[in-house]
C-alpha cells in the first residue's frame, strides 16, 4: 500500500454537532502531512479518530492497513502519538520514561536499554540522562517526548501541536528531528498553530468547520489563492474569503 492513511467520509458527531464532516484524505507513506485548522475546526477530533482512540460515527479510515474501528488496538500499535499536553512523567528521570514508554509499546526488553543508550546519544543527551523530566528545559521535555512517540519505530507518527511553548530556534530543531524520522520512511501527520511550520510539510490540509476545505503542497496552494505564505492562504480561507480548493468530501 502507498497510503499510510486513507478515510472515507470519516464523521464523528457529539449529539447534534458534527466536528468531523465527511473527511476524505489519502496520505502517503514517509509523508509529511500538516494538519491545520483553527481552534474547533475539528483537527484533535479527526486526529484521536485516526489514533483509535474516539470510535467514528460513519465513514471509514484505514490506518497502518488496519480500520480504525473494526481493529484500534492494531492501529495503536504501529503509530506513536504526542499529544499537545506534555505526556511524560515528570517525577520520573529521563531514562525511567523512556523504559517505561518503551515497555508500553511492547519494545523486546533485549532491546530497551541499547535502543535507549542510542536514543540519548542522538540526542546529545547522555549526561542528562539521571535528571528528572519535570527539571528540564520545554524544549527537551519536547524533544524527549517525540523521541519517546517513535521508540518503537512505529509506520505513522501523530504530533497534535508538537512545538507549543517553545522558543522558534527549538522549535526549528524539532523540525530537524521531523525530517530525520520521515527521512526513515516513518509517516509523519502533524497539526501546528504555526503556520510557518506548514511551509516545512510535504503536503497540506486545512480543515474549516469540520471539513477540509484545502489539501495541496505549500507552494501549489500559495500559488492558487495567490498569496505570498501559508498563513494567508490559512486566513483566507478561515474567513470565507476563498472558496474552498478541495471538494473531495
Known amino acids: 500500500m502507498d497510503n499510510a492513511i486513507t478515510t472515507e467520509s470519516l464523521t464523528k458527531r457529539f449529539g447534534t454537532f458534527t466536528a468531523v464532516d465527511r473527511l476524505t484524505i489519502e496520505v502517503k507513506r514517509g509523508e509529511i502531512f ?38 484500534p488496538d492494531s492501529v495503536k500499535r504501529r503509530i506513536g502519538y504526542m499529544s499537545q499536553r506534555f505526556s511524560l512523567y515528570g517525577e520520573l528521570k529521563v531514562w525511567e520514561n523512556i523504559r517505561l ?11 530497551i536499554k541499547e535502543r535507549s543508550d542510542a536514543l540519548l546519544r542522538e540526542l546529545d543527551f547522555e549526561e542528562g540522562r ?15 517526548a517525540f523521541s519517546v512517540a ?3 519505530e512505529p509506520e505513522i507518527v501523530f504530533l497534535d501541536e508538537p512545538t507549543g511553548g517553545v522558543d522558534p530556534v527549538t522549535r526549528r530543531q524539532f523540525w530537524e528531528l521531523i525530517y530525520r524520522t520521515a527521512g526513515r520512511g516513518i509517516t509523519v501527520f502533524v497539526t501546528t498553530h504555526y503556520m510557518d511550520e506548514a511551509e516545512y510539510c510535504d503536503r497540506v490540509s486545512i480543515m474549516v468547520d469540520g471539513r477540509i476545505a484545502a489539501l495541496d503542497s505549500p507552494r501549489a496552494l500559495k500559488e492558487r489563492l495567490r498569496v505570498a505564505t501559508v498563513d494567508d492562504a490559512f486566513k483566507m480561507l478561515a474567513r470565507g474569503d476563498a472558496s474552498p480548493l478541495y471538494t473531495n468530501n
Do not use: E
Not at 482512540?53 to 497502518?64: E, M, Q
Not at 514508554?101 to 511492547?106: F, L, M, R, S
Open 34 to 71: 500538516g494538519f491545520l485548522g483553527a481552534n474547533g475546526a475539528g483537527k484533535t477530533t479527526a486526529m484521536r479518530v485516526l489514533c483509535g482512540l474516539s470510535k467514528p460515527t460513519s465513514g471509514r479510515a484505514i490506518v497502518a492497513g488496519h480500520d480504525v474501528a473494526a481493529r
Open 101 to 111: 514508554y518503551a515497555g508500553i509499546y511492547g519494545t523486546p526488553s533485549a532491546r
Open 130 to 144: 539521571d535528571k528528572l523530566v519535570r527539571d528540564l528545559p520545554p524544549g527537551w521535555k519536547q524533544k524527549l
Open 150 to 152: 517513535i521508540f518503537h
